[in-house]
Structure formats: structure tokens, C-alpha cells
């Protein structure tokens, strides 16, 4: 299994950013997806998550800004990140979770400066 977490880059503040997640050797269809993101010094923290059954929740501190989504057609997810602020910067990590196992992408780095 693998998951390769790519679009990072650097943007300046409130400019936009999609992070996707695509995999191989598991059907992203039925995992619980979640995009996760550590910033330096800081514990890893959850952003946002979707369900199999295409329900999404956020973090309050990204509510209203980034949406995350599912492509099963091409088993990726995006998180489609907008307004960025200085404070998002951070390495996202996408997850996948099966009934049987939890699986973590290489992480890819968001720096939000101008």
C-alpha cells in the first residue's frame, strides 16, 4: 500500500493550495480518509476527515476554508485549502484508515509566507 501526498508549495497569505493523496494497493472508497498536518515543534493535529459514506468534518481552525474530498474513480483525495493563513503552515499528512489497518502518506509541506 501506498499513498503519495503531493501540492505543496509555497503561497503567499490567503492564497489557495490543493493537497491530493492518491493510492495504490487500497480502495480509497472504503477507508475513513483523514488529512493530518505538524507544524515545527508542534504535535501532529487533525484537519479534516471523510467518511466512506462521503461525510466530511473539520478542525475549527480550518472550518469554512478547506474542503476535503474523494475521487474514487482515481482513489485520491484532495483538500482543497483556501484564505491560508501563516499559522497553516505545516508538513500535511494524508491517512487511510480500513477495517484492518492504518496507512500514512510521506507528507507534503505547506509554507504560507510573503
Known amino acids: 500500500v501506498q499513498l503519495q501526498a503531493s501540492g505543496g508549495g509555497l503561497v503567499q497569505p490567503g492564497g489557495s493550495l490543493t493537497l491530493s493523496c492518491a493510492a495504490s494497493?487500497?480502495?480509497?472508497?472504503?477507508?475513513?480518509m483523514r488529512w493530518h498536518r505538524q507544524a515545527p515543534g508542534n504535535q501532529r493535529e487533525l484537519v479534516a476527515i471523510?467518511?466512506?459514506?462521503?461525510?466530511?468534518n473539520y478542525a475549527d481552525s480550518v472550518k469554512g476554508r478547506f474542503t476535503i474530498s474523494g475521487d474514487n474513480t482515481n482513489n485520491t483525495v484532495w483538500l482543497q485549502m483556501n484564505s491560508l493563513k501563516p499559522e497553516d503552515m505545516a508538513v500535511y499528512y494524508c491517512?487511510?484508515?480500513?477495517?484492518?489497518?492504518?496507512?500514512w502518506g510521506q507528507g507534503t509541506l505547506v509554507t504560507v509566507s510573503s
Open positions: 494497493g487500497i480502495i480509497l472508497g472504503v477507508c475513513v
Open positions: 491517512n487511510a484508515r480500513s477495517a484492518q489497518s492504518s496507512y
Open positions: 471523510i467518511t466512506t459514506g462521503g461525510s466530511a
